[in-house]
């Protein structure tokens, strides 16, 4: 038997010692680990950096007034971004309003009551929204709503409509994934206790899946609170406070920023960086705010 | 996969008093069409998208032609209120978009599923929680950032240095030839590729976070290493949604405007060489817009359009190719 | 009874609020001539070419004159400013550009009653160098069109020299940067090339935004330009004088028409606007400006309609214009940020039209 092999015959081996090529594997799980570290190191560096610059050329104009009052023109000192930070709240409060519960809701409806052919559609045109451009957001609520049928002119609605659309889709894919992950023994535990199918939904299904919808949420407001493009077309900036829903131009932070970065003054580029760096820690306050709820909800249910 | 057939009549007296009224049974359907409304939603603002921009635009393709509109090279804005006088020509700014978007991609799909495991599998406990959150909060660094800090900062200390590197070494090869500008497309492409990384990693490390532990745990048991594990367990099982990852990813790098606005050098020619200057469509609309006039607008308005355009084959096409490979790798949640 | 306390409160919170509020218009009018009897809040649209001047003079006027008028000016750039000045949208528009009779026309049909114009102050595009030794470089119209259609390419040009006999020309690669967003700079600056040299209206023309020769750096605004300038030895450019003024940047010194290289500053663009030949409906150009004249220079305009302002508006519209076009202080203000107000002449016809705002609304009735 062993003249006829080619190979010479595989002498015993102890379990306890490790078969061949394991040095090689164990030098290739070593490479790889290197290769990752060193990805993450490399990607770190730019965003240490970008946190650097913001916080090294933002922190010197952070005050209370840079909240409370409105900016002066470019070249003064002093003054805020009250006209902005306002505008930002109120566009992002109503296109929350607008964009979290459809998103919401049209993820229950694909998870919940599909797969069929309208859920597949919904599912499918969904995922090709997330990748619509922003400015053709933009482009489409001013054809839309500013000069087409609407003809409401810019504002603070269309402002907000334009950040819900954007919105809408990430919120509904990732309350999509999020609900796929809730085990359907809950679902059926639920049945089974006699609950029909909206009150399964509606107090079992969506409450174990609260913290992944928050986080998915907030990602969705992380990206529309940030937003510029489509803004300058439909809420298209103001320096002033604006309390009317629709009619009259609403500023935001980024837009104001980003315009009172290209001008050549000194004091106005200093309150852009500083805008930067609020905008940076408003977004850090939501993320903690949003895990602290997401944690809370997880632990409750 | 059938659903445990919820729609049949409790046998039991159900506990919740809303049962027991009539105005309980019809509680679900009045749920299931509602949510469905919803849903609808998205079908209805994406029809309105199409024809309303479309119809914007019309005036420019009915005097281009919709092909002379996306390869024409030149592109001349008329000023008048109610014709279409001048020429539009919409390619380099389509070549420009897809050219920074295929750097973009290219540069941040591997480094953000290589993050997304470091994070998942190789960090100290201690650690991954923050650089997860870290990562994440810089998704949300508004783009007008990124442009600053690009043009300020990284494209003088960091990309002009790499670049005249570069330019030394592959010189001969057409895609780096001289000269280096600082703006151009290849900027553009890194710092693209800077801004979609946080979004790209997030994904996919929620989706490596989901897959199952006893599965990882198995193929431990069966002697594997941790980069076997990742390799040939973790990473096949997750590649639809390190699809939709790279999807969302490109759909960002193509209709970022502000940050490739500052960067790309807009100009309104275009070359092979990516130190070459450029437009791109986005950024073209954003830098024009505000002092178009109408016959300007419709013009910006088909350029919206072929962007559209562009993203729906982008995002169809990675739609087919997450559905084939589902189908063969089995993979039920695609 | 709950209901009766919150009602009383509200009564009693009136008076008090009353009191807060004239005191504060009190102090307003105890500390300067601030206060005013005005009261409007008008929007305006367009240019961004003189928006520094504008948004200063909006402060200034809102701080120190008349305290009730708001103003909200958006530059949101010239031809945006036309647009909405003819959907009527904003109460007042400005541009770089006049109205041509078929804008004027769609106005007037629009509103029902003529619309005025008139112009406010005038600017200058300078073109800026990375390279501090060449500050004071002679250049002239036909040498920038080189420049910026790539025929001349490296400073020691056979025709840069002979215009710069003493100066020691380096041999660096010029790297022409231009503006990439839609701008009034642009049209001031491809204005001026397309009027003096005729290849260049040929081949490129004029306009806000342009089909620039390959090769050429683009930048996003007035910074994104600076950028381009500094990040490239050989960087040229052309910005708003303003900004190369507040930056620092060298500058060029542009011959003109009586063939005199004119160094750009306040009273080369004084002598510029002086050049003009201003016909009685403000339709005009300056170009081929000579004298001391710097010749690289825009107007801006103001759009007003005869008729549709409520009182309030009209009256605080007439005032802040006049204010700006004849006090000192709004005046030194332009000169400050490198803008040239209009002569005294010329200021006296502009008030004379400007008071026409709103002067048909009686007869619309």
């Known amino acids: 038997m062993s003249t006829m092999t080619t190979t010479p015959p595989r002498p015993h081996v102890p379990l306890s010692t490790r078969p061949p090529g394991a040095s090689y594997r164990r030098f290739k799980d070593r490479a790889a680990t290197v290769a990752l570290t060193g990805a993450m190191i490399l990607a770190m560096i730019p965003l240490v950096l970008i946190i650097f610059e913001v916080t090294r050329r933002g922190i010197g104009v952070l005050s209370l007034d840079f909240i409370t009052q409105t900016e002066p023109p470019p070249r003064r000192e002093g003054g805020g971004y009250a006209a902005g930070f306002f505008g930002t709240l109120y566009i992002m409060a109503l296109a929350v309003l607008m964009s979290i519960p459809f998103g919401i809701a049209t993820a229950v409806y694909i998870v919940e009551y599909g797969p069929n052919r309208l859920t597949s559609t919904i599912r499918f045109f969904t995922d090709v929204m997330t990748g619509i451009p922003s400015i053709f957001v933009g482009l489409f609520v001013y054809g839309l709503l500013v000069i087409g049928w609407g003809g409401m002119g810019f504002g603070t609605f269309v402002g907000a409509v334009a950040i819900a659309v954007m919105m809408l889709p990430i919120v509904t894919r990732s309350a999509e994934e999020m609900l796929r992950l809730v085990p359907h023994e809950i679902r059926n535990a639920s049945y089974g206790l006699g609950a029909r199918k909206w009150q399964t939904i509606v107090h079992t299904v969506l409450p174990a899946a609260a913290p992944g919808l928050t986080t998915g949420s907030m990602l969705a407001i992380a990206r529309g609170i940030g937003e510029t493009a489509p803004l300058l077309l439909t809420a298209f900036g103001s320096g002033l406070i604006v309390t009317s829903l629709q009619g009259s131009p609403q500023g935001a932070v980024p837009m104001q920023l980003y315009r009172g970065a290209a001008q050549p003054f000194e004091a106005g580029i200093d309150r852009a960086w500083g805008a930067a760096l609020c905008l940076f820690l408003l977004v850090l306050a939501f993320t903690i705010v949003a895990r602290w709820i997401g944690s809370k909800a997880s632990t409750n249910g | 996969m059938s659903t445990e057939a919820p729609e049949a009549p409790a046998p039991e007296e159900p506990r919740r008093g809303s049962l027991h009224s009539g105005k309980g049974r019809m509680a679900d359907p009045i749920f299931k069409w509602a949510v469905a409304a919803c849903g609808t939603i998205v079908l209805v603002i994406l029809a309105l998208m199409v024809i309303r921009t479309t119809s914007e635009a019309w005036p420019v393709f009915v005097k281009e032609g919709f092909f002379g509109f996306l390869f024409g090279q030149e592109w001349t804005t008329g000023n008048s209120r109610t014709e279409i006088t001048g020429t539009y020509g919409a390619w380099p700014f389509i070549y420009g978009t897809l050219v920074t978007s295929t750097i973009a991609i290219v540069i941040a799909l591997p480094l953000a599923i290589m993050v997304a495991f470091y994070i998942t599998h190789l960090a100290p406990r201690r650690l991954a929680k923050p650089l997860s959150y870290t990562v994440e909060l810089l998704a949300a660094v508004p783009s007008v950032i990124f442009g600053l800090w690009g043009l300020h900062w990284f494209l003088p200390n960091v990309l002009r240095p790499f670049f005249e590197v570069l330019e030394s070494v592959l010189g001969w090869f057409f895609l780096f030839e001289g000269p280096i500008r600082g703006v151009g497309y290849l900027s553009a492409g890194i710092v693209l590729a800077i801004m979609i990384l946080p979004i790209m990693t997030a994904i996919i490390r929620e989706v490596i976070a989901v897959h199952p532990i006893d599965q990882r745990m198995a193929a431990y048991a069966l002697g594997s290493t941790r980069w076997e594990v990742m390799r040939k367990v973790v990473l096949p099982a997750s590649f639809s949604g390190i699809v939709a990852a790279a999807m969302l990813g490109l759909g960002r790098a193509l209709g970022e405007t502000i940050a490739v606005l500052m960067l790309i050098g807009g100009s309104q020619s275009w070359g092979a060489s990516l130190f070459g200057t450029g437009s791109s469509m986005a950024s073209h609309i954003a830098a024009t817009f505000g002092e178009a006039g109408p016959e300007a607008r419709t013009g910006l308005m088909a350029i919206g359009v072929a962007l559209f355009l562009v993203t729906m084959i982008v995002n169809i096409l990675a739609r087919v190719i997450v559905w084939r490979l589902g189908r063969m790798t089995g993979d039920a949640a695609v | ?365």
Request: glycine share 12%.
């Open chain 3, 1 to 365: 009874m709950r209901n009766g306390r919150s009602k009383l409160a509200v009564l009693a919170a009136i008076p008090l609020l009353a009191a807060a509020c004239s005191n504060g218009g009190g102090e307003t009018d105890a500390t300067g001539d601030g206060g005013g009897d005005l009261s409007a809040s008008l929007t305006g649209a367009g240019a961004s070419f003189p928006d520094p001047l504008f948004q200063d003079w909006i402060y200034t006027y809102n701080s120190d004159v008349q305290s009730g008028v708001d103003i909200n000016y958006q530059s949101v750039g010239s031809g945006a400013g036309i647009e909405q000045f003819l959907e009527q949208t904003v109460d007042f528009g400005s541009s770089e550009e006049y109205l041509g009779e078929e804008s004027l026309e769609a106005a007037a049909e629009a509103r029902g009653c003529e619309a005025v114009q008139f112009p406010v102050v005038f600017g200058s595009v300078v073109i800026a160098f990375n390279n501090p030794d060449l500050d004071g470089l002679v250049l002239d119209a036909e040498t920038i069109a080189g420049i910026y259609s790539t025929e001349i390419t490296s400073f020691d040009d056979p025709a840069i020299a002979e215009l710069n006999p003493d100066m020691d020309l380096p041999s660096d690669e010029i790297v022409p940067v231009h503006r990439s967003d839609s701008s009034g700079t642009t049209a001031v600056f491809t204005h001026y090339l397309a009027t003096e040299v005729e290849s260049w209206a040929d081949e490129y023309g004029e306009g806000k935004e342009l089909d620039w020769a390959s090769g050429l750096v683009g930048g996003q605004q007035n910074d994104g330009v600076a950028q381009g300038i500094s990040q490239n030895p050989g960087g040229i450019g052309y910005v708003n004088q303003s900004y190369a003024q507040e930056a620092g940047l060298s500058v060029a010194k542009v011959v003109n028409a009586d063939g005199t290289p004119i160094e750009p500053t306040l009273e080369s663009t004084i002598a510029a606007s002086e050049e003009a030949d201003v016909p009685d409906n403000f339709q005009f150009a300056i170009d081929g400006i000579g004298g001391e004249g710097y010749p690289i220079a825009g107007t801006n305009w103001i759009f007003t309609y005869t008729c549709g302002y409520d009182q309030e508006s009209a009256d605080a519209i007439i005032d802040f214009w006049t204010w700006a076009l004849t006090d000192e202080s709004a005046q030194d203000l332009a000169g400050e940020l490198g803008y040239a107000p209009l002569g005294d002449e010329l200021t006296e016809r502009v008030i004379a039209e400007l008071e026409k705002t709103n002067s048909e609304n009686g007869d619309e009735g």
